[in-house]
C-alpha cells in the first residue's frame, strides 16, 4: 500500500495474489524494515500498511474501510513517502504529500467521513450513529445543545425537548443550517408528571421509535445548607430526579421490545464528592448514579445499555450565573470564585461543552456496546476518588 507502506513493496495485481486458504489466516509481506514493519496481507488479498496495523489494527479488519479504499499508482520517483516523511521532517504535509513513491507502490485514500457507509470517522472510529434516533431532554442548554450538535454531526436523527419554544427553534435552526436533515422539537415542563409519557410518545410518532435518551434536563439550585428551603429540594428531586427517572421509564419498554437502546444521563461529579453549597444538585446526582448501576444491570440481557456521565466544572451560561451567584454571597468576584475551582483541578481549566459532548456521543454509539452501568467522569483530574 501507499503512503508508509515503505519502497521495496511489491503489490499483487488483482487475481495474482498468494492464496491464503481459509479467512481466518493471513501472511506477512517482508519490506525489510525490521520487526513489526512488514506489511500484512489478509485472506482476502488486501494489504495492509505496517502504520495502519501498528496503531489502528481495528481499522485494518474493517471491511468498508478496505472496500471504500481507492488504490492508484504513484507517479515514479527515487523516494517513497515514507522516506520523505521519516527522513525529511522539515517538509510540510502539503510537500510530504505531493512526494511521489515508485511505480510499483500503490496508495490508499480514505473515503469521504461524510459517506454513507465509509467504515471510518475521525481517525478510523465509526460510531454507527447513522438513522439512529436520539431523544434529548434539557436540549437548549449548554450541555443539551452540545450533545444536539454532536449527535447531528455524526448522522443521528434528532427530537429535542426543552420547556422554552423559541429557544428549540434556534437551536432546530442552527442544526438544519449544519446539514441535520432530521430534527423534531416539543417544548415540555418535564416536572409535570405526564410529561414523559407525552415526549416518549411524539418522538415514536415522528420517528418511529427511540434508540437512544440523553437526559440532560435539571439544573439545581444551592446554597449554605441552612438557608436552602425546602422548595430548592423538591425542585431539585423533581426535575434533576424524577423527570430523568420518568423519562426513562417512558423509552424503556420500546428498547427492550426492540433489544437495543442506549441511554446516557448527564449527572455531575457532585455525586460522588459532593460541594457543601450544591447539596440538593449532589443528592438528586447520587440518585441518579444508583439507579445507573442499579437498572443497568436488570436490561443488560435485553440489549439496553445505561451509562452516566459526570462532568466537572465546565463552560457554560449556567455555570457564569453560578459563579456570579457564590460571589455575591462571599464578597468576592465571579472571576476570584472561579480561580478557586481551577487551582482544585489539576489541568487547570474548565471542560468544555464539546467535550463532554463527544463523551455522551461514544457512550450512545455501538462503539461501546460493552460499557454499562458506569459513570464516566471528566473534570480534568479533578476527582479523588477510585471508584
Given at each position: 500500500?501507499?503512503?508508509?507502506?515503505?519502497a521495496?513493496?511489491?503489490?499483487?495485481?488483482?487475481?495474482?495474489?498468494?492464496?491464503?486458504g481459509?479467512?481466518?489466516?493471513?501472511?506477512?509481506?517482508?519490506?525489510?524494515?525490521?520487526?513489526?514493519?512488514?506489511?500484512?496481507?489478509?485472506?482476502?488479498?488486501?494489504?495492509?500498511?505496517?502504520?495502519v496495523?501498528?496503531?489502528?489494527p481495528?481499522?485494518?479488519?474493517?471491511?468498508?474501510?478496505?472496500?471504500?479504499?481507492?488504490?492508484?499508482?504513484?507517479?515514479e520517483t527515487?523516494?517513497?513517502?515514507?522516506?520523505?516523511w521519516?527522513?525529511h521532517?522539515?517538509?510540510?504535509?502539503?510537500?510530504?504529500?505531493?512526494?511521489?513513491?515508485?511505480?510499483?507502490?500503490?496508495?490508499?485514500?480514505?473515503?469521504?467521513?461524510?459517506?454513507?457507509?465509509?467504515?471510518?470517522?475521525?481517525?478510523?472510529?465509526?460510531?454507527?450513529?447513522?438513522?439512529?434516533?436520539?431523544?434529548?431532554?434539557?436540549?437548549?442548554?449548554?450541555?443539551g445543545?452540545?450533545?444536539?450538535?454532536?449527535?447531528?454531526?455524526?448522522?443521528?436523527?434528532?427530537?429535542?425537548?426543552?420547556?422554552?419554544?423559541?429557544?428549540?427553534?434556534?437551536?432546530?435552526a442552527?442544526?438544519?443550517k449544519?446539514?441535520?436533515?432530521?430534527?423534531?422539537?416539543?417544548?415540555?415542563?418535564?416536572?409535570?408528571?405526564?410529561?414523559?409519557?407525552?415526549?416518549?410518545?411524539?418522538?415514536?410518532?415522528?420517528?418511529?421509535?427511540?434508540?437512544?435518551?440523553?437526559?440532560?434536563?435539571?439544573?439545581?439550585?444551592?446554597?449554605?445548607?441552612?438557608?436552602?428551603?425546602?422548595?430548592?429540594?423538591?425542585?431539585?428531586?423533581?426535575?434533576?430526579?424524577?423527570?430523568?427517572?420518568?423519562?426513562?421509564?417512558?423509552?424503556?419498554?420500546?428498547?427492550?421490545?426492540?433489544?437495543?437502546?442506549?441511554?446516557?444521563?448527564?449527572?455531575?461529579?457532585?455525586?460522588?464528592?459532593?460541594?457543601?453549597?450544591?447539596?440538593?444538585?449532589?443528592?438528586?446526582?447520587?440518585?441518579?448514579?444508583?439507579?445507573?448501576?442499579?437498572?443497568?444491570?436488570?436490561?443488560?440481557?435485553?440489549?439496553?445499555?445505561?451509562?452516566?456521565?459526570?462532568?466537572?466544572?465546565?463552560?457554560?451560561?449556567?455555570?457564569e450565573?453560578?459563579?456570579?451567584?457564590?460571589?455575591?454571597?462571599?464578597?468576592?468576584?465571579?472571576?476570584?470564585?472561579?480561580?478557586?475551582?481551577?487551582?482544585?483541578?489539576?489541568?487547570k481549566?474548565?471542560?468544555?461543552?464539546?467535550?463532554?459532548?463527544?463523551?455522551?456521543?461514544?457512550?450512545?454509539?455501538?462503539?461501546?456496546?460493552?460499557?454499562?452501568?458506569r459513570?464516566?467522569?471528566?473534570?480534568?483530574?479533578?476527582?479523588?476518588?477510585?471508584?
Amino acid at each position: 500500500m501507499g503512503g508508509y507502506a515503505g519502497a521495496g513493496t511489491v503489490l499483487y495485481p488483482r487475481g495474482a495474489r498468494p492464496s491464503l486458504g481459509d479467512s481466518g489466516q493471513c501472511a506477512v509481506l517482508p519490506d525489510g524494515r525490521g520487526p513489526g514493519r512488514d506489511r500484512l496481507l489478509l485472506a482476502d488479498g488486501f494489504a495492509v500498511p505496517w502504520i495502519v496495523r501498528q496503531c489502528f489494527p481495528r481499522l485494518a479488519l474493517n471491511p468498508n474501510w478496505r472496500a471504500g479504499a481507492a488504490v492508484r499508482p504513484f507517479r515514479e520517483t527515487h523516494e517513497s513517502i515514507h522516506g520523505a516523511w521519516f527522513r525529511h521532517p522539515w517538509l510540510t504535509h502539503s510537500q510530504k504529500g505531493r512526494t511521489a513513491a515508485p511505480a510499483n507502490i500503490a496508495c490508499c485514500s480514505m473515503p469521504d467521513r461524510r459517506s454513507e457507509n465509509c467504515g471510518i470517522m475521525r481517525a478510523g472510529m465509526d460510531l454507527q450513529l447513522n438513522g439512529k434516533v436520539a431523544l434529548i431532554t434539557g436540549a437548549t442548554g449548554g450541555l443539551g445543545a452540545a450533545c444536539a450538535h454532536e449527535l447531528a454531526r455524526e448522522g443521528a436523527t434528532l427530537f429535542l425537548c426543552a420547556r422554552t419554544e423559541s429557544d428549540l427553534a434556534e437551536l432546530a435552526a442552527e442544526l438544519v443550517k449544519s446539514d441535520c436533515e432530521n430534527v423534531r422539537c416539543q417544548a415540555v415542563d418535564l416536572t409535570s408528571p405526564e410529561a414523559a409519557i407525552h415526549v416518549a410518545a411524539s418522538a415514536e410518532k415522528a420517528f418511529g421509535r427511540v434508540d437512544v435518551l440523553v437526559n440532560c434536563a435539571g439544573a439545581s439550585a444551592g446554597g449554605l445548607f441552612w438557608e436552602i428551603p425546602d422548595s430548592v429540594w423538591e425542585d431539585s428531586l423533581g426535575l434533576k430526579f424524577m423527570a430523568t427517572i420518568r423519562m426513562i421509564r417512558a423509552v424503556l419498554p420500546g428498547m427492550i421490545e426492540r433489544r437495543y437502546g442506549r441511554i446516557v444521563t448527564l449527572v455531575g461529579n457532585s455525586g460522588r464528592e459532593p460541594d457543601s453549597r450544591m447539596l440538593p444538585g449532589a443528592a438528586a446526582n447520587a440518585g441518579l448514579l444508583a439507579v445507573t448501576a442499579g437498572l443497568a444491570r436488570e436490561v443488560a440481557e435485553h440489549g439496553v445499555v445505561i451509562n452516566a456521565v459526570n462532568p466537572g466544572p465546565t463552560r457554560t451560561g449556567r455555570w457564569e450565573g453560578m459563579m456570579e451567584s457564590f460571589a455575591a454571597r462571599s464578597g468576592k468576584t465571579p472571576e476570584q470564585e472561579e480561580q478557586g475551582f481551577l487551582d482544585a483541578i489539576p489541568q487547570k481549566r474548565l471542560g468544555t461543552t464539546g467535550e463532554i459532548a463527544r463523551l455522551v456521543a461514544f457512550l450512545a454509539s455501538d462503539a461501546a456496546p460493552h460499557v454499562t452501568g458506569r459513570s464516566i467522569t471528566a473534570d480534568g483530574g479533578a476527582s479523588r476518588a477510585i471508584l
